[in-house]
């Protein structure tokens, strides 16, 4: 088992930066992807970044490559999701994933997920 907790969300302002954190603790030498997923009311969650958990390759949504950036410290257990140059359509609760098959890619099927912190751009 994998308990993930984030923080860092809040209320910005368009074009502001936000670094989002995510505690995991448990079974973490098991982990294959962390993840970083949003979701909006009335939409799917969907898969913003990934990070391979003990090599360091990241991956990113066409709509957050090149703003975003996920990074990770294995002797803390934390992943990071930096966050720059923020829009309005970023706004979504934040939701940390952790999976440990590599099997199935590093954008779906994450077993173990976080509460969701709430990220708020306003224009």
């Known amino acids: 088992q994998v308990q993930l907790v984030e923080s860092g969300g809040g209320l910005v302002q368009a074009g502001d930066s936000l670094r989002l954190s995510c505690l995991a603790s448990?079974?973490?030498?098991?982990?294959?992807?962390m993840g970083w997923f949003r979701q909006d009311p009335g939409k799917e969650r969907e898969f913003a970044a990934a990070?391979?958990?003990?090599?360091?390759?990241?991956y990113y949504s066409d709509s957050v490559k090149g703003r975003f950036a996920i990074s990770r410290d294995n002797a803390k257990n934390t992943v990071y999701l930096q966050m720059n140059s923020l829009k309005p359509e970023d706004t979504a609760v934040y939701y940390c994933?952790?999976?440990?098959?590599?099997?199935?890619?590093?954008?779906?099927?994450?077993?173990?997920w976080g509460q969701g912190t709430q990220v708020t751009v306003s224009s």
């Open positions: 990070v391979v958990w003990n090599g360091g390759r990241t």
């Open positions: 448990g079974r973490t030498s098991s982990m294959s992807f």
């Open positions: 994933a952790a999976k440990e098959s590599f099997l199935t890619g590093w954008n779906r099927e994450y077993k173990y």
